[in-house]
């Protein structure tokens, strides 16, 4: 819903006022099949879908090799070329392993968001939106504390609490909030609609 809000200006999460952005949403996913990835953002019925591009780099993350200058002087240039104006990269993770960085080292994990900071500066992107799933009871992001340093504004997606030690489960309620830099946004609970 992220990507539809910010290149069609739709509420995110049907409740978020968004301002849509004035170029291109680039989606790099580090984890799902292609023919996933196609099929959920189709799923999201995209107006604007000539200012997205996406694509899965399961399997072939080697390709976005972002520590390698060369490679990162090229990605830099085609996004550029592509209007890319907001970075998604959905997660961090399988990144990280790629290059066999642990994520629970600030050293390792520092050297590819300054990659990442020199990629947005080259491409001239404005915003870049890194994904990474949560550990620590579900209540902030898991690794290194550079995670929370790093960004700007932090977005919390969190499952209702459990008892400890067991998993949410499948319907369990969803809460978002988000804080930062200019950003505070209280604890809300969200609405569910398979549709």
């Not at 189709?42 to 060369?70: C, M, W």
């Not at 990442?116 to 404005?126: C, F, K, M, S």
């Amino acid at each position: 819903g992220l990507v539809r809000g910010l290149v069609d200006a739709d509420a995110w999460l049907g409740r978020y006022h968004v301002h849509p952005v004035e170029g291109t949403v680039a989606l790099i996913d580090t984890e799902m099949p292609r023919a996933t990835l196609r099929r959920w953002l189709r799923d999201q019925n995209i107006y604007h879908t000539d200012r997205v591009r996406a694509e899965s780099f399961r399997g072939k993350l080697d390709e976005f090799d972002i520590l390698d200058p060369a490679r990162l002087e090229e990605w830099a240039k085609a996004l550029r070329s592509w209007a890319i104006k907001i970075l998604v990269i959905d997660p961090i993770g399988p990144l990280l392993a790629t290059y066999g960085f642990s994520e629970e080292s600030n050293t390792d994990v520092s050297k590819v968001l300054a990659a990442i900071d020199t990629l947005a500066a080259d491409a001239g992107i404005e915003e870049v939106l890194l994904v990474h799933h949560m550990g620590h009871s579900g209540e902030r992001s898991r690794g290194a504390s550079v995670f929370r340093g790093w960004p700007d504004a932090e977005w919390r997606l969190v499952y209702e609490e459990t008892e400890k030690g067991k998993e949410p489960k499948p319907d369990a309620a969803r809460f978002f909030i988000a804080q930062g830099r200019d950003v505070a946004v209280p604890e809300s609970r969200l609405e569910y609609d398979p549709e």
